[in-house]
């Protein structure tokens, strides 16, 4: 949000802040690890689209969670 210079958090970035980390966590675990930059790297990222443009970006990388 602040990345994004937004004024007030609008649902549609919670909803990108929440369904990057629901796609970024691996399996079989609730959230990704809080200490991984890449994590904060994506979040920021949805929640400045979703600041912008008022909806969650249309291609959010699924390839981030295949850490096997």
Same mark, same amino acid.
Do not use: G, Q, T, Y
């Given at each position: 949000a602040l990345d994004a210079g937004a004024r007030e958090i609008t649902d549609a970035?919670?909803?990108a802040a929440a369904e990057t980390?629901?796609?970024i966590a $691996?399996? !079989?675990?609730l959230v990704p690890d $809080?200490? !991984?930059p890449d994590?904060?790297?994506a979040v920021a990222?949805?929640?400045a689209f979703a600041a912008k443009h008022g909806e969650m970006p249309p291609d959010i990388d699924e390839s981030e969670d295949d850490e096997d």
């Open positions: 970035m919670l909803f980390l629901a796609l $691996p399996d !079989n675990e $809080p200490l !991984n994590v904060h790297k990222e949805a929640v």
